[in-house]
């Protein structure tokens, strides 16, 4: 599914010239219902509404044909922000004509004109929302003003907003609830379904930006700071930690024979190993190239190196295909050290000693794990 926030301008603009054609549909069917009334005439100024007809069917055309235009738009995936200025300001204006109808005053009025430019900030370009927030609220102000003025009647579709013995009109009541929910629910609907896309945006960034895209394991960053927070765990809580510095060995020969390619899916499939091998709470990073760091919470140095031997066996029984009748080979040197002994120290001391040891186990004939030791220093 593609994602709402990246929608090109002419889709946005189809999606608010759709939702505007279904509110003037409803307008016209409201109008066409009340006419069908026989007590329409205690209802509405018939007379009005009538002269109105041909301005809703047009407000109805106009709408599909704009509609229709953003639909060949979107197909070709036109980018424009004209798209957007287009879409909210015929929203906004067209809303204005059907609010002179009925009251500026009211409750659909307020209702969009408080809601719509949030929803609308979330979606669309600042500009073109304020641009018809600010036409919008112009017209509203001089369409109230003027009935105040006596250029025009006021809501002049409507007759007796209030009943001769003085109570709110249900028929008025009635019909400002089926202008308003219709609105209120699709911008409610259209907030919460863009606000659902942007949190799992936000998820995929968090994402990407702690794996290592590649292999899929976390990328060096995110081991860095996971291991600052074990070690300030093991520091206070006072189980000991372990790291394991896992290079495989000789892996510029398999580039330089295989290929890229396949060197890639040698990475690949090492880090898998190690993400299977290791336990849930133990942490598998890529430190860059063909190095990876195990990050071992409440192991002791004995658990780390059981750990590490295994990791180092399971990786050795690896086979890629090099799609040349052979099969590929690998294997791993590793790198320990514990804290166990040293619960001060920091980060970059354990990283540089289990590096020690990772050297140590490179020197005397790879694929083999070594402890730290004073030898190693
Ligand atoms: N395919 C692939 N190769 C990479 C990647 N990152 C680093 N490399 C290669 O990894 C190789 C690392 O080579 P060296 O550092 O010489 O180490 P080595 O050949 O494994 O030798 P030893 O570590 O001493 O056993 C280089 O050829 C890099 O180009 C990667 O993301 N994909």
């Keep these: 599914m593609r994602n709402p926030l990246e929608w090109e301008d002419s889709s946005k603009a189809c999606l608010l010239l759709f939702a505007t054609l279904l509110a003037h549909l409803q307008y016209l069917g409201w109008a066409y219902y009340l006419l069908s009334l026989p007590q329409r005439d205690e209802l509405i100024n018939t007379e009005f509404a009538l002269s109105q007809l041909p301005y809703f069917h047009g407000i109805v055309v106009l709408s599909t044909i704009l509609f229709v235009i953003s639909i060949v738009g979107s197909l070709k995936r036109s980018e424009s922000v004209l798209w957007q200025h287009l879409g909210t300001q015929y929203y906004g204006i067209s809303l204005c004509y059907f609010s002179f109808v009925i009251g500026t005053l009211t409750m659909p009025t307020g209702a969009v004109l408080a809601a719509a430019p949030v929803v609308g900030l979330i979606l669309f370009d600042r500009a073109a929302v304020f641009g018809a927030l600010a036409s919008s609220t112009l017209l509203i102000l001089v369409i109230s003003y003027g009935s105040a003025l006596q250029w025009w009647e006021y809501a002049p579709v409507i007759k007796n907003f209030v009943s001769e013995s003085g109570h709110l009109s249900m028929f008025w009541l009635t019909s400002m609830l089926l202008f308003t929910v219709p609105h209120f629910l699709m911008l409610t609907i259209m907030a919460a379904y863009v606000l659902r896309r942007w949190r799992m945006r936000e998820e995929e960034v968090r994402y990407l930006s702690l794996t290592d895209p590649l292999t899929s394991v976390s990328n060096r960053r995110s081991a860095m700071s996971h291991l600052e927070r074990e070690l300030e765990r093991s520091r206070r809580k006072g189980p000991s930690l372990s790291v394991v510095m896992v290079d495989l060995d000789h892996f510029k020969r398999v580039n330089d024979t295989w290929g890229h390619g396949i060197g890639d ?8 190993t190690l993400r299977e091998t290791v336990r849930q709470n133990d942490m598998v990073g890529r430190l860059g190239g063909e190095e990876f ?5 409440g192991t ?3 658990g780390a190196e059981f750990l590490a031997e295994r990791c180092r066996q399971h990786i050795a029984k690896l086979e890629v295909d090099t799609g040349q009748r052979e099969i590929l080979k690998v294997t791993a040197s590793m790198g320990i050290y514990c804290n166990e002994h040293n619960r001060l120290l920091e980060s970059d001391m354990l990283l ?10 490179k020197e005397s004939g790879r694929n083999r794990v070594v ?6 220093a």
Excluded: F, R
Excluded at 266 to 272: N, S, W, Y
């Design 300 to 302: 002791d140095q004995k």
């Design 371 to 376: 402890i730290w030791h004073e030898g190693c």
């Design 265 to 272: 899916e040698v990475l690949v499939k090492a880090a898998k």
């Design 293 to 297: 760091l195990l990050i071992l919470p």
């Design 352 to 361: 540089e000693y289990a590096d020690q040891a990772l050297y140590h186990a």
